[in-house]
């Protein structure tokens, strides 16, 4: 049956798959929420302080985001002092984001969000969690496939 989620099938994995990501989503905001941030804003902070400079343009394809959506993002990081946008030498169109010294600041008093990972995944051995990794990231993979047309 096309719609069966029963709890023994497929439709069960993609169900568990789904709550278990909204699960660590509500943690993180419930973290995050106190500094101000929404959980994109946070991805675009840890971008910046981890790899350096990030052209704007990236952020869309790294966060898998509207680029409408990554423009609100970036703007309300501005706004808030936390990201500056430079202008592009070849084309001024183009924005280089990189932290403020306010942005380097919080992002050192942001919690360490690791607690979600153990909460998670805490007690269970680390070849379940390799192998949990390895078949949502094929699942995705075939699925991304499947949506650009390379496959039936």
Known sequence: MAN?????GVGS????AKRCYLAGRALMEDALRPHGLGTTQYYVLHRLATAGPTMQRDFARLLQVERATMSIVIAALVKKG???QIPDAVDQRQKLLRLTAAGAILWK???DLGFIRD?????LSETDIQTAARVL???TERLQRRLKGDMP
């Open 137 to 139: 990231r094929t699942a």
């Open 82 to 84: 936390l990201v500056e």
């Open 109 to 111: 008093e942001l919690p």
């Open 119 to 123: 909460a998670a995944f805490g007690g």
């Open 13 to 16: 994995l993609s169900v568990w």
């Open 4 to 8: 069966n989620f029963d709890e023994d």
